[in-house]
C-alpha cells in the first residue's frame, strides 16, 4: 500500500500525461481520414490508370526528389500514394504524392511518417505522445510512466480485492466491479477509484508492455532478450545479383527534361518505376494482399520489396521481395512462418497503435484513457480528503501509509521481494532508479521523524478542569 501511494503521488502527472496524449493518438488514424479527406480519397469512377504512369505523375510532382515507395490505391475511392526520400526533412520522414488513380492526376504532397505513413496531424500527435516535443530526452517521461503503469496497476487490483475480500467477510455483500451508491465522501471516490481500475486494468498492463519495447532503455533490454531467444522478426534478404540485372536500353528514361547525360542510379530508379505494375501483379499471385507498399530500390543489386501495411482486421504481414527485371520472386517472409512471440509483438504493436481492429480498437483504447485519468484524479482526491481538517501549523498533507510492512514478514519473503525488486529494477532502469529514490527519501523522512520524536517532550496525560 506504501509502494503503490508514492507512485501513484509522483508518477501519476506522467501517467494523466501519457493517457491524454495516448487517447489523442488512439483516435487520430480515424481522425486523418477525415482531416486529409481531400488528399486520401477521390470521387473520380472508372479503370484505374496503369500504376507505372501514376508513379511517373508523382515524379512530376516533385522532379527534383527520388522515389522511395509506392502505396497503390487498394479500394475504389482511394488514392494511390507515392513517397519520395528527402534530405530536407527529419529522420523516417517522406514526401508523399497522392495520384487520383482514375484520372493520374496529383491531388497534394503531404509529410509522412514511420512505416504507418502517419501524416502531420497524427505524427504531432504521436510525438507528443512519445517525447513531449522534446526529442530524445523527452522520452524519459513516456517510459517512466510505462514502466511503473504495471506496477500501479496491479499493486492497486491485489489491494482492491483486498479490501473486497474484508468488506464481503464483515458485511457479506460488497461490489467487486460496481459501485456502491450507499457510501458518501471518501469511500465514494475509493469505491470509484478501485472498481474503475479494475475494469481496466488488462488493458493498463497491455499498454505498458508494448508500450516498453519502444522505449530507451528497457526497450534495448527486450531487444536484447527477444534476440536471445529467437523471438525476432525474420529478416527478408533482398540482395540481387548485379550482374543478372538486365541491361539499360535507355527506353525506360522517363525523366523528359532534355537531359544529355542520366546518373546510373536515376536509369535503375526509371526502370524500377516502370516495372511496379508487373512486380505487384507478381506479390498479388504470391498472396500478398490488401493495402502493401512496394520499395523502389534506386541500385541493380537490391530487389523490390512488397510488404502489407498494417490496416484494420489484417492480423498478417507477408511481403515478398522480386526482381524487377525478371519479374521473379528471390525472397518471401511468411507470416505463418515466423515465431509465435514474432506475431504476438506484430499484432501488440497494431493493437497499440489502434489500428489492428479499425474504429473499435480506437474506441477502447479511448476509453481505457479516460479511465486511467478518473483513477489518477480519483487517487489525488482520495489523498486530499484523508488530510488533518484541523492543525496548528495550517493546512495538512495526508501522510503516507505506515512504514515497515517488510520488516513484519517472514525473512525468506522479504528476501524474495527484493531479490525480484533488483532484477526488475535492472531489466526496467526507470523503474528501478526510481523505486530506490523513493526508498531513500522514505528512509529519510522516517529518520527525520524519529530524531523530531526523541527531541519533543512527552504530553503530559494529565488534564485540569476549569474551576477545579
Known amino acids: 500500500m506504501r509502494l503503490h501511494f508514492y507512485a501513484g503521488l509522483f508518477i501519476a502527472p506522467f501517467l494523466i ?10 483516435i487520430a488514424p480515424t481522425a486523418e481520414q477525415w482531416v486529409y479527406r481531400d488528399v486520401l480519397h477521390t470521387d473520380s469512377t472508372g479503370p484505374a490508370a496503369p500504376l507505372a504512369e501514376q508513379a511517373q505523375v508523382a515524379q512530376s510532382v516533385v522532379p527534383d526528389l527520388q522515389p522511395d515507395a509506392v502505396r497503390p490505391a487498394v479500394e475504389a475511392g482511394q488514392t494511390t500514394r507515392v513517397l519520395f526520400a528527402d534530405p530536407s526533412l527529419g529522420p523516417s520522414m517522406r514526401t508523399a504524392v497522392f495520384i ?37 530526452p523527452g522520452r524519459i517521461y513516456s517510459e517512466l510512466a510505462a514502466s511503473w503503469l504495471w506496477v500501479i496497476a496491479l499493486g492497486g487490483l491485489v ?9 464481503q467477510r464483515n458485511t457479506g455483500s460488497a461490489p467487486l466491479l460496481g459501485i456502491d451508491r450507499t457510501t458518501t465522501g471518501r469511500n465514494r471516490t475509493l469505491n470509484w477509484h478501485g472498481a474503475v481500475g479494475t475494469w481496466i486494468v488488462v488493458g493498463l498492463v497491455f499498454l505498458s508492455a508494448t508500450g516498453l519495447t519502444w522505449s530507451r532503455f ?19 534478404d533482398s540482395s540481387l545479383d548485379p550482374a543478372a540485372a538486365p541491361a539499360d536500353s535507355g527506353h525506360h528514361d522517363h525523366s523528359g527534361g532534355g537531359h544529355e547525360t542520366v546518373s546510373a542510379d536515376q536509369r535503375i530508379v526509371s526502370r524500377n518505376v516502370t516495372d511496379v505494375g508487373q512486380v505487384l501483379s507478381t506479390a498479388r499471385a504470391a498472396g500478398v494482399t490488401g493495402a502493401v507498399e512496394m520499395t523502389i530500390p534506386s541500385d541493380a543489386a537490391t530487389a523490390m520489396v512488397v510488404s502489407q501495411v498494417r490496416t484494420a482486421w489484417q492480423l498478417e504481414t507477408n511481403s515478398v521481395a522480386i526482381d524487377p527485371g525478371s519479374g521473379t520472386i528471390v525472397g518471401e517472409s511468411k507470416f505463418s512462418e515466423w515465431p509465435l512471440a514474432a506475431k504476438l509483438s506484430s499484432w501488440g504493436i497494431a493493437l497499440h497503435m489502434g489500428l489492428l481492429f479499425g474504429l473499435a480498437n480506437q474506441l477502447v483504447l ?26 496548528r501549523e495550517g493546512v495538512a498533507l495526508a501522510r503516507p501509509p505506515r512504514r515497515g510492512a517488510l520488516r513484519k514478514t517472514h525473512p525468506a519473503i522479504a528476501v524474495a521481494i527484493v531479490a525480484a525488486a533488483v532484477l526488475v529494477g535492472w531489466f526496467i532502469p526507470l523503474l528501478g532508479i526510481s523505486l530506490l529514490t523513493f526508498i531513500l527519501v522514505d528512509i529519510a523522512i522516517g529518520r527525520y521523524h524519529d530524531a523530531r520524536a526523541r527531541r519533543t517532550p512527552p504530553v503530559s496525560t494529565s488534564t485540569t478542569t476549569k474551576g477545579a
Do not use: F
Not at 504507418?116 to 517525447?131: A, D, E, K, V
Not at 489491494?159 to 468488506?167: A, D, E, F, G, H
Open 100 to 136: 487520383d488513380p482514375v484520372t493520374a492526376t496529383s491531388r497534394g504532397t503531404e509529410i509522412a511518417y514511420g512505416s504507418s505513413g502517419s501524416l502531420p496531424m497524427r505524427t504531432w500527435i504521436s510525438q507528443l505522445h512519445r517525447n513531449l516535443h522534446l526529442g530524445e
Open 366 to 391: 479511448l476509453a481505457v484513457a479516460i479511465g486511467l485519468v478518473s483513477v489518477c484524479v480519483r487517487g489525488y482526491l482520495m489523498w486530499w480528503k484523508r488530510r488533518p481538517t484541523r492543525h
Open 159 to 167: 489491494l482492491w480485492i483486498v479490501r473486497y475480500r474484508s468488506r
Open 218 to 236: 528497457a526497450g534495448e533490454n527486450i531487444t536484447e532478450l527477444r534476440q536471445s531467444l529467437s523471438w525476432t522478426t525474420p529478416a527478408l
Open 17 to 26: 500525461v501519457a493517457a491524454i496524449s495516448g487517447g489523442l493518438y488512439a
